[in-house]
């Protein structure tokens, strides 16, 4: 008898301790494998290898026409010629616009073909090695540089294939347009025919797995074969769908749009060091580097090998199990499980009700009360992360060691809330009911995803299922093995939903979008366990102690470890500007308030307002002080040609940077019906569209040192005011300007030199 009370009085604590450790080992189950070695045989892919190649790529910042990024692209071509490409460098003009933003650049994109012996469809391998101004790139993406290098070293020492395999290292993807592929694939308008297939390699961080996070349309064939060739497959259709939602685009996007069937890899993690002074080799985690290039030699040498390319297919459903465990299905096996999963469980529940305390008002209540418990949910973690940041101040960036510590106690936090609360729930209700309710709310959601998002439907299904099962079993067994029954049913959702909580929270930063989608998933996680969380809470008082104590416990470690320092900088922004018509400069920043270092330039009383005339018209407020004048000549431009036809006036332009800048803006009216603009020839047809607010934006990167050309066409004969600017990276040793200290970094567009006229025509 005392055993059995022991054993009762135990028995919650082990539990707690079994979802701990599920939890955990379902997170393990993302990390990347282990690096191999400079040892290893000569066909196997190496990261100790291949990061031997950084030491040259990532020594400094080397953006789109930087004396930098000249020394990187012939140390490029040089070591694909020495593994036997024939290799050379393509120059043109990639052209982009997007809303009112005209993006151009002059590009110098790496090729080289290594033959096959009897090609059908060449494979394309892409990466850009240009850099962000502020970063040497070492991930972002020296990481997609130096894995293809060894990639190819790999394939060089085993046996031939048979296809052609092509190598695309791009220039310029960094310059806000994608500028390297968009020349690449404008200049060869048959990529869709000649390739079969195109793996292009990015990164958002510096560690991490290899996440393989887009894919082109229709890819049904290609999920199955990179299932069946990549050792470490890593990706969910939920990615592949989200990302389709996005603003946000890669090389690959491009590609994709050429209609080139392919695969699109990156990794994410330590996201503080993404684009500034931290993307180093040292922080470059070699296990990242390993899992990209063991999973894309894989799948190079088994395409490489394909008589055909994988065909277009409808596209599947694809998630990781455990690991790197790929469950591929169709989607109508989707929709199958998510309309007969509810029909079998309200089928089990009319059978099992009259026994088990099931009625149908309790189960609507329940059905309810999913919605007050994610409000529960959602409001307790947004109190307790105001109150994490009333406490800490200032959080560092993103995925730290110190956010991930206040994220889990910030959603411990609420979970202890939402705990709480079923417990009043399950009192009025009846656990079953509520339990019941419940399952039947996520089935409900379950058929809107397939509706709406059906990449994402695996997400609850699964568990969901699941947790149905074990909730009828544990209605039919004895009540001594009910709980290791929905413990059992539970494993699924811990599984699934445990690594997608932290892959939201790495993805999004640690922000309240991030917080909110974090207490979605806890929501549901919780609502598919109901009777077993029943069960562990008895002791309600102790339970809701434990996970307070926990939760500041962990709060205060984060808050602990929450210290600017050289490994954990501030991102802040300063650009010296010059008015050349008001022969006067100003210190600006984007910011919203000066740190310890800007204040000491900008002032500490500084206050946010817009000025345009130091920002080349942007009308968005910004920090900005006077500053010591310096010599410094502004850009140049030249009417070349002027003409008018049916009400169309075509003004052309030669525009150059007098002081060899390599970046260059223009800026004109939001009022002016801008039809077409044109850099160098390469011209941009547009439609005027009242909703899009702010002014029209040019640019174009790797200016020559002759200038470019630039062609407007609009309907306004009368004169059109155009600001011109060209920018410069560094800023001048002028007071009080002082060293930048150890616990800062540029932020992305800052620590730049501009100057700025406005011309009439």
Request: net charge neutral; charged share 15%.
């Amino acid at each position: 008898m005392a055993r059995r009370r022991l054993l009762a009085t135990i028995a919650p604590a082990i539990f707690w301790l079994g979802l701990i450790v599920v939890g955990g080992l379902a997170l393990y189950g993302t990390r990347p494998p282990a690096a191999v070695n400079a040892s290893a045989p000569p066909d196997v892919f190496s990261a100790a290898r291949a990061m031997t190649h950084l030491a040259e790529i990532a020594k400094k910042p080397h953006p789109i026409g930087s004396d930098e990024a000249a020394r990187v692209r012939d140390y490029l071509v040089a070591k694909l010629t020495e593994l036997g490409g024939e290799t050379h460098v393509e120059q043109g003009i990639g052209s982009v616009h997007y809303a009112r933003n005209i993006h151009a650049g002059l590009v110098n994109n790496i090729v080289a073909t290594f033959r096959g012996t009897s090609n059908s469809r060449a494979t394309l391998l892409a990466a850009h090695y240009d850099s962000v101004p502020e970063g040497p790139g070492a991930a972002d993406d020296g990481a997609g540089i130096v894995t293809l290098l060894e990639v190819i070293r790999a394939l060089r020492a085993g046996p031939p294939m048979k296809n052609d395999l092509i190598v695309l290292f791009t220039d310029g993807e960094e310059a806000r347009g994608l500028l390297g592929a968009q020349a690449f694939t404008a200049s060869h308008p048959d990529l869709a025919d000649k390739i079969g297939l195109v793996v292009n390699l990015e990164a958002r961080g510096s560690s991490g797995p290899g996440l393989m996070f887009e894919t082109s349309n229709e890819n049904g064939a290609l999920i199955r074969e990179f299932a069946r060739s990549a050792p470490y497959p890593m990706a969910t259709s939920l990615m592949a769908a989200i990302y389709k939602l996005l603003p946000n685009d890669t090389d690959f996007t491009i590609f994709k749009a050429a209609g080139v069937t392919g695969l699109n890899f990156a990794f994410l993690e330590t996201y503080e060091g993404y684009h500034t002074w931290l993307d180093t080799i040292e922080n470059l985690d070699p296990r990242s580097v390993q899992h990209l290039g063991a999973n894309v030699l894989g799948i190079t040498r088994h395409f490489g090998n394909l008589a055909a390319s994988a065909s277009k297919a409808p596209d599947l459903v694809y998630f990781n199990w455990f690991g790197s465990r790929l469950w591929i299905y169709p989607v109508w096996l989707a929709w199958i499980v998510a309309l007969l999963t509810p029909i079998l469980f309200g089928y089990a529940c009319v059978r099992l009700g009259p026994a088990s305390g099931l009625t149908f008002l309790g189960v609507a209540a329940g059905f309810g009360s999913f919605f007050l418990q994610l409000l529960v949910m959602i409001g307790g973690s947004f109190a307790a992360l105001a109150l994490a940041r009333l406490l800490v101040g200032e959080f560092l960036e993103a995925d730290t060691f110190s956010n991930q510590l206040l994220f889990a106690g910030i959603m411990a936090i609420a979970f202890g809330f939402a705990i709480g609360s079923q417990r009043i729930l399950t009192r009025k209700f009846g656990v079953i009911n509520l339990a019941a309710g419940q399952l039947f709310t996520l089935s409900l959601l379950t058929i809107i995803l397939c509706w709406f998002l059906i990449g994402g439907s695996y997400v609850l299904q699964w568990p969901l299922a699941s947790a149905m099962l074990g909730t009828v079993l544990a209605l039919r067994v004895p009540d001594r093995i009910r709980p290791h029954c929905l413990f059992v049913f539970l494993i699924p959702a811990l599984l699934i939903l445990v690594p997608l909580i932290y892959m939201f929270f790495v993805a999004l930063t640690f922000t309240y979008l991030a917080v909110t989608v974090a207490a979605l998933l806890l929501t549901v996680l919780l609502a598919m366990a109901v009777v077993f969380f029943d069960r562990l809470t008895k002791q309600l008082t102790v339970t809701l102690t434990v996970v307070l104590l926990v939760s500041v416990l962990l709060i205060a470690a984060g808050s602990h470890l929450t210290v600017r320092s050289s490994k954990h900088p501030r991102r802040d922004s300063l650009i010296y500007s010059v008015n050349a018509d008001q022969n006067k400069a100003k210190w600006v920043s984007y910011d919203d308030a000066p740190d310890s270092w800007t204040a000491g330039i900008l002032g500490s009383t500084v206050r946010r307002q817009v000025d345009a005339a130091y920002t080349a018209g942007l009308e968005r407020p910004v920090l900005s002080s006077d500053a010591i004048l310096t010599s410094l000549t502004p850009p140049s431009a030249v009417v070349s040609a002027d003409t008018t036809t049916d009400g169309v006036r075509i003004l052309k332009l030669h525009v150059s940077s007098t002081r060899g800048a390599r970046s260059l803006l223009v800026r004109l009216s939001r009022e002016l019906n801008l039809q077409a603009a044109a850099w160098n020839d390469h011209v941009e047809s547009l439609e005027y569209d009242s909703k899009i607010k702010g002014p029209w934006t040019l640019r174009f990167y790797n200016l020559p040192p002759e200038g470019v050309s630039l062609e407007l066409r609009f309907s306004a004969p009368k004169p059109i005011q155009l600001r011109l600017a060209d920018s410069t990276p560094g800023l001048p040793r002028i007071q009080p300007l002082s060293p930048r200290p150890d616990d800062t970094t540029p932020g992305y567009g800052s620590d730049l030199t501009l100057v700025e006229r406005v011309y009439e025509f």
